[in-house]
Structures are given as C-alpha cells and as structure tokens.
C-alpha cells in the first residue's frame, strides 16, 4: 500500500527505513529514502506506519 503518493512510497519502504534510521518520525524516514513531505497529506498514516515499525524494532 502507498503511504505517499507524491513521492510514490511504499508502506514496506517506509517502515524498513525508520527502522534504518531509528526515528519515530515520518520526516526522518522519509528523508532515509531520499525525499521530502510535499502535500502532507499522507503524515497522519505515516505517522502510523512508522509508530508501528518502531514498536517491532
């Protein structure tokens, strides 16, 4: 499933790099994989998914 559609990432993409970078924060995963928040319209499941990875890590 697509966290972001601006940038195109995936839920997998974006859990395996907050887990990589360590963080609780979409921004921070998102800038692992190279880009940024554009609409914002996607943090508020982003912030989801990386809540999630970092509670398995």
């Not at 970078?21 to 609409?39: D, E, I, M, N, R």
Request: charged share 20%; glycine share 6%; net charge positive.
């Amino acid at each position: 499933m697509y966290v972001c559609v601006c940038n195109a990432l995936k839920e997998r993409d974006v859990k395996q790099a907050a887990r990589a970078a360590g963080t609780a924060c979409p921004h921070a995963a998102y800038a692992q994989l190279g880009a940024k928040v554009k609409c914002g319209q996607c943090l508020p499941f982003a912030r989801e998914v990386v809540a999630q990875a970092s509670s398995f890590a």
